[in-house]
């Protein structure tokens, strides 16, 4: 090694080439230094100095000054070395080492030591720089060996306390980690050199940790202690006990550190954790109901976390979070599902809920399990409110609860999981139709009530809101047909009673409804709108026709409503004696709209007809609105007091039914503008009736609402058979369409292809029949040679 100094900047540059040459191993070397030094003419220049210093390898330094070097000159200056290098003390060794091993058992021993760190730690770079470190580590391991086989004597005594054990053991740890610590702080130059340069030999604090566990730990006994004292304290833990977590943190990261962790402790630690846990989770699915024991079972695992958090290693918590799970979860999945599911979802328990929920995402098929157990809970409930004839008056609200209650668990508790969406929908689906027919007639009456009602229940939101939660029923129900045939006949009630409260809601349901099934679906629908359109134009024109034209007509203001056939339902025909003006009055409308529209045939439905009449009472002038039968009734008691049953019956020629209900609502409703004699509900032959004259009310338009009679079996009946009937003509156009387009298909194909094309439930019974009528019908015929084969008959 040289170093070069300048003593002034206007020295010139000097090359210095150095050779060396060894004289023998452990003898000094013979250094040549040579110089070269271009100086200039200045003559100060010539008496500059340069200074160098080499360094022998005895670590003394020698200073070298070149003198009055001449200019382009090139010197070889031979440094000699001395002929015998110094010789250490005979008992440097000796001395040195026992200096070393009272320090170290000083360390050992907790006494005063008497030499500095930096004393002892120069003692120890000397020995190892003359060829002692291979001495200097085989003493200090043996030093070390003997101070931890000593320290074993005090764990083998067998009355020990368990807890007194752990102590004494953690304080002898640390005791040894420190120790180790402070003797590898003076060796430090052993560890860095010495032991770097021999691979197979372990460093100072890793000698430390090997005779540790040689002696202390692969003692059979202290082990064992050792492990059952930690499972003895963390159980206690478990059963609420308060302990010394930094006690248990320290003993597991000395496990850890000796790297017997897994094979001592982890092992048995999960056994006796699976123990626990497999006895507490067959207890408790005993004693608790299903809330406090998904509470406790997230408690458990909270606890556990924490523990990892606080003293177990980290590679532990896979298999402890396992094993917790398996024992307190994926055991008793089913009993948890049949125990408390049906509880939880009736109660609406929504924390417990989504708790089960998050429970259940930790095991495997947990939440598959779980989302079949609420499908069957969906499917039993629903068809609990749907096959009970004595709910129809409240199914489809019921439905709409439940649906809402069910969407509701859906996106809280199930994190909007589409596997549950989708089995709630499949759910709703199955039950909806368990009763064929009826819950689609329901929803379309309720659909009624709620357009009827329209803005004086909900608002304008609220309705729209209300509708597109209809729709979702709606979706579900297979028998749309009948829906459709319910619904229509509904809104022509609406329609032509003016009873329908917002024409925005009724044309938001229409578009709804065409969306959902296609315009083919709402035609007719959409075709009873264009007819009230039209009604209003022609009546428009019909009042000025009856201003340009004197016809002595009473004052009477007529509104006459054209139906088109094809759009509206069917509804029976009923020839009824009405009054001569008002028989003028239709033949004047009739002359008028034929005059405009030639070829068409006009046909009145008294049924449907309502009027508003003006009533003379003893309190004063009232307006009566009532229905066409009930006007031809009232209108009777103009020209006299008392009427009888029979007279009435003869006179106005409305059906005996109908005519029994009209007079109910006349003299026994609440607006009873006659008197029945005698008194009673129920209207007999021999009854009469009489104009009251001492009708009160503080109205003065009056609305007496027509007894309506419950929708009959009958005309239930006839509706269904109406629906019945276009599935027939359906099912034929279906069976036309599929054989003209294949000319030739077995059997099970066609059944198979008219599945597919039918949007209505049907059996294979009924198309069975509708097949063998259109063969008859000579539309189609067996194959010849294969009954089981139709062919299309062009």
């Given amino acids: 090694m040289s170093r070069h100094n300048r003593n002034s900047e206007d020295i010139s540059p000097v090359n210095v080439r150095r050779t060396s040459e060894y004289l023998g191993a452990g003898k000094r070397k013979r250094e040549t230094v040579e110089v070269d030094e271009n100086m200039s003419d200045n003559s100060n ?53 026992s200096k070393l091993e009272e320090a170290v058992l000083a360390i050992q021993n907790s006494t005063r030591n008497e030499y500095s760190l930096e004393e002892l730690y120069q003692a120890v770079e000397n020995m ?59 060796f430090l130059y052993l560890d860095r050199t010495y032991v770097l340069q021999n691979a197979q030999i372990a460093s100072i604090w890793d000698m430390g940790l090997d005779l540790f566990r040689q002696y202390i730990m692969a003692n059979t006994l202290v082990q064992t202690r050792v492990v059952e004292g930690l499972l003895m304290l963390i159980e ?9 977590r930094t006690l248990l943190k320290s003993l597991l990261r000395m496990l850890t550190d000796l790297q017997i962790y897994q094979k001592a402790f982890e092992d048995k630690f999960l056994l006796a954790t699976e123990r626990l846990y497999a006895a507490e989770g067959m207890r408790l699915m005993q004693e608790l109901e299903v809330p406090e024991y998904l509470a406790h079972v997230d408690k458990r695992l909270a606890e556990e976390n924490e523990r990892i958090l606080h003293y177990l290693d980290s ?139 329209g803005n004086k229940e909900a608002t304008e939101e609220e309705l729209e809101r209300l509708l597109d939660k209809i729709m979702v029923l709606f979706r579900f129900i297979h028998g749309k047909d009948v829906f459709e045939a319910f619904y229509k006949k509904d809104l022509a009630k609406r329609l032509l009673v003016g009873k329908s409260a917002s024409v925005d809601a009724e044309k938001s349901m229409l578009s709804k409804l065409k969306q959902e099934c296609g315009g083919g679906f709402t035609s007719k629908l959409e075709g009873m709108f264009k007819d009230m359109e039209l009604s209003k134009d022609i009546n428009v024109a019909f009042k000025q026709h009856l201003g340009n034209v004197s016809q002595n007509l009473i004052p009477l203001d007529m509104t006459v409503n054209i139906l088109t056939m094809g759009y509206w339902p069917n509804y029976p025909l009923m020839n009824v004696t009405m009054p001569e003006e008002m028989v003028r009055f239709l033949e004047v409308f009739n002359k008028f709209y034929l005059s405009k529209h030639s070829g068409r045939k006009l046909t009145w439905q008294p049924t449907l007809g309502h009027c508003v009449l003006r009533a003379k009472f003893k309190t004063g002038q009232k307006e009566l609105v009532v229905s066409l039968f009930q006007s031809l009734v009232l209108l009777l008691f103009n020209s006299a007091d008392e009427l009888a049953f029979e007279y009435i019956k003869a006179a106005t020629n409305i059906e005996d039914g109908e005519l029994r209900r009209t007079l109910q609502s006349l003299a026994c409703g609440k607006a009873r503008v006659l008197c029945k004699f005698p008194k009673g509900r129920d209207i007999e032959d021999n009854d009469k009736f009489k104009f009251n004259n001492e009708f009160t009310n503080k109205l003065y338009r009056i609305k007496i609402n027509q007894i309506q009679m419950k929708e009959t079996t009958e005309e239930q009946k006839a509706t269904e058979e109406r629906v019945y009937q276009d599935r027939q003509y359906q099912i034929d156009a279906a069976i036309v369409r599929i054989m003209k387009m294949r000319k030739t298909l077995s059997h099970n194909l066609l059944i198979s292809e008219l599945y597919l094309q039918l949007k209505f439930p049907v059996k294979p019974a009924d198309l069975k029949k509708r097949i063998e009528s259109l063969i008859d019908r000579d539309y189609m015929e067996r194959d010849k040679d294969n009954p089981n084969q139709y062919n299309y008959v062009a």
């Avoid at 509880?343 to 328990?349: F, P, V």
Wanted: one cysteine or more; hydrophobic letters at 35%.
């Fill in 236 to 244: 206690k833990e478990r059963q609420g006990d308060a302990v010394d």
């Fill in 45 to 97: 220049e010539k008496n500059k100095r340069a200074n160098f210093s080499a360094i022998t390898s005895n670590g003394l330094n020698r200073n070298l000054n070149i003198l009055n070097l001449k200019p382009t000159t090139t010197k070889k200056i031979v440094i000699k070395n001395l002929k015998s290098e110094p010789r250490l003390p005979d008992d440097y060794r000796e001395q040195t080492w």
């Fill in 315 to 453: 590679s532990t918590k896979p298999r402890l979070i396992h094993t917790v799970e398996k024992q307190l979860l994926t055991e008793h999945i089913t009993n948890i599902l049949q125990k408390g599911l049906d509880g939880l979802l009736e109660e609406n328990r929504l924390h417990d809920l989504t708790l089960l929920y998050s429970l259940f995402g930790r095991v495997k098929n947990g939440h598959s399990e779980l989302c079949v157990a609420f499908n069957g809970y969906i499917k039993k409930f629903g068809r609990t409110i749907v096959i009970d004839p004595e709910k129809d008056k409240t199914m489809v609200q019921e439905l709409l609860d439940f649906k809402d209650m069910m969407d509701n668990i859906v996106a809280t508790c199930f994190n909007r999981n589409e596997k549950f969406s989708n089995s709630l929908k499949e759910a709703f689906e199955h039950f909806i139709n368990q009763r064929a027919n009826k819950p689609a007639e329901l929803i379309a009456k309720f659909v009624d009530s709620k357009l009827r009602a």
């Fill in 128 to 186: 190892c720089n003359h060829k002692m470190a291979h001495t200097i580590y085989n003493n200090l391991r043996r030093l070390t060996d003997n101070h931890v086989r000593h320290n074993i004597e005090q764990f083998l005594a067998e009355n020990m306390d368990r807890f007194l054990f752990l102590k004494k053991m953690n304080e002898t740890w640390q005791a040894h980690c420190h120790q180790m610590i402070m003797i590898r702080s003076i």
